[in-house]
């Protein structure tokens, strides 16, 4: 049950964040050019939920879990 719950929540920041990097893609049509995107990216802490939900969906999945024999997530 845990796992579930990480993998979602990982799966909810993930999506956060990337929504997030879409949108702000409006900066290039006002003149940034990709470096001062990416800068701009990489400072703003809602980006950021992007990279920690992916490690988290990554550790979810990667991970083993539980001493029985059962399936996991």
Known sequence: ??????????FGLSLI???YIISYLNLLTIG??????V?????RVECMYAP???????LT???PGGT???LHL
């Open 1 to 10: 049950m845990n796992r579930l719950f990480f993998l979602l929540l990982g």
């Open 17 to 19: 964040g990337f929504i």
């Open 32 to 37: 940034y050019n990709f470096y001062e995107y």
């Open 39 to 43: 800068n701009f990216i990489i400072r």
């Open 52 to 58: 920690i939900g992916i490690i988290m969906i990554i």
């Open 61 to 63: 999945i990667m991970l």
């Open 68 to 70: 029985h024999y059962e």
